[in-house]
């Protein structure tokens, strides 16, 4: 048996599968963190206001933004690979590293188009 962790070589797979686990739990925490902030600002306009201008002016709250946009895109592609498979579709070795790979190069690609919508 081979337990050496750093020289096995895990299938695109499993690494769509961990990436979706991990990106719906960043989701859920980031959603817990988006409703707070929703309610204050949406409790005057002055917070709001206050809102808008640290999304605006401050870097690390366009990159906290950048991250969750990030994490909801890979997990909404990851959860319409399982939609796909579910129905009985890609469920072969080859199809499912296919539609793997293609669920993780949308998922970089929306994160590309988030880049461009928030700072651009």
């Not at 690390?60 to 991250?67: D, E, N, T, Y």
């Not at 590293?97 to 998922?107: D, E, F, P």
Request: net charge neutral; with cysteine; charged share 10%.
């Amino acid at each position: 048996m081979n337990l050496a962790i750093n020289t096995i070589a895990l299938p695109a797979t499993a690494y769509a599968s961990i990436l979706h686990r991990v990106s719906g739990v960043i989701v859920w925490v980031a959603m817990l963190v988006a409703i707070v902030i929703s309610y204050f600002a949406l409790k005057s306009e002055t917070n709001f206001d206050e809102v808008s201008s640290i999304l605006e002016n401050y870097f690390i709250a366009k990159f906290v933004v950048w991250g969750f946009l990030t994490a909801l895109g890979y997990y909404c592609m990851g959860t319409i690979k399982h939609i796909i498979q579910d129905f009985g579709y890609c469920e072969e070795l080859k199809s499912g590293k296919v539609i793997s790979l293609a669920a993780i190069v949308v998922g970089v690609l929306l994160s590309i188009l988030a880049i461009w919508w928030i700072w651009l």
